[in-house]
């Protein structure tokens, strides 16, 4: 069965940080652009984040530049987005997604090929 998990959302204050990870099992991560989308409560999933097959290419939306960071481990099969500084308006279900392309379309993968199922992330005080 080809599947991507995401782990490690939770409750966290403003200012504080997360470790999103993904993990693909059925299929090899490495031939895959991978990234993370968001959607939060009534608003579009976005995507905010991308990186490419072999990690040389990472490309963030202006909304977390700065503050987050997409990395892979390809021999792990695993993707992680390390999230500082979170604010209120971080709050949503963040989904991982891979495309069958190498390369990102700008700091999306696309088209998406597998979707996780998403983890819930809440910046609250």
């Known amino acids: 069965q080809l599947q991507l998990v995401e782990s490690g959302g939770g409750l966290v204050q403003p200012g504080g940080s997360l470790r999103l990870s993904c993990t693909a099992s059925?299929?090899?991560?490495?031939?895959?652009?991978m990234g993370w989308f968001r959607q939060a409560p009534g608003k579009e999933r976005e995507g905010i984040s991308c990186i490419s097959s072999s990690g040389s290419s990472t490309n963030y939306a202006d909304s977390v530049k700065g503050r987050f960071t997409i990395s892979r481990d390809n021999a792990e099969n695993t993707m992680v987005l390390q999230m500082n500084s979170l604010k209120p308006e971080d709050t949503a279900i963040y989904y991982c997604?891979?495309?069958?392309?190498?390369?990102?379309?700008?700091?999306?993968?696309?088209?998406?090929?597998?979707w996780g199922q998403g983890t819930q992330v809440t910046v609250s005080s």
């Open positions: 997604a891979a495309s069958r392309h190498a390369s990102c379309s700008g700091y999306v993968p696309r088209p998406v090929d597998f």
């Open positions: 059925g299929f090899t991560l490495g031939y895959y652009a």
